[in-house]
């Protein structure tokens, strides 16, 4: 019999190696609004939004004053953070432009609405919100169908949140 995890399981957090700590404390801080929930020592830091114990882990324990991450290996793609709507990614989407970050890529899945981008060391960001899963199409064996289609930022960004 497979495995199946349960339906509720989620990812609890992230945690990265970094090459410079005050740098990634920075950009996730600055340009992300996640805060530092707890420095450990000098070489790591936990951030989090809302009152969550945290949702990204940074050290340098292994990795301080490393290069970039290599794209061509193994390893992590991105990661991804959810917000709980339009207007919320938008939000954020406009403060990233804001703080100049080459966003590489945007896209619409059908079910999703996806921004992608890197942070300083080069680790892959995506964020977006998930639309109601009843408008998802969704296969009669079960299967979801995702599509690839580009998605405009612009359109997204002007659905933002006034500041």
Not at 34 to 61: C, E, P, Q, R, S
Request: glycine share 10%.
């Amino acid at each position: 019999m497979t495995y199946r995890a349960p339906a509720d399981t989620k990812v609890g957090h992230i945690h990265l190696k970094v090459s410079d700590l005050e740098r990634s404390i920075a950009f996730y801080r600055d340009v992300l609004g996640f805060h530092v929930t707890l420095l450990y020592g000098k070489h790591a830091a936990f951030m989090a939004a809302g009152d969550y114990h945290h949702h990204i882990g940074l050290n340098t324990w292994e990795s301080l004053g490393a290069g970039p991450v290599q794209k061509k290996a193994a390893g992590m793609y991105h990661v991804a953070f959810v917000y709980p709507d339009r207007t919320a990614l938008g939000e954020v989407v406009r403060h990233v432009r804001a703080a100049g970050v080459d966003i590489y890529g945007a896209a619409d899945h059908g079910v999703s609405e996806a921004v992608y981008f890197d942070d300083p060391d080069g680790n892959g960001i995506e964020l977006y919100w998930d639309r109601d899963r009843s408008t998802w199409d969704i296969g009669a064996d079960g299967t979801i169908n995702l599509v690839n289609t580009p998605l405009d930022i612009d359109a997204l960004i002007a659905d933002a949140r006034s500041d």
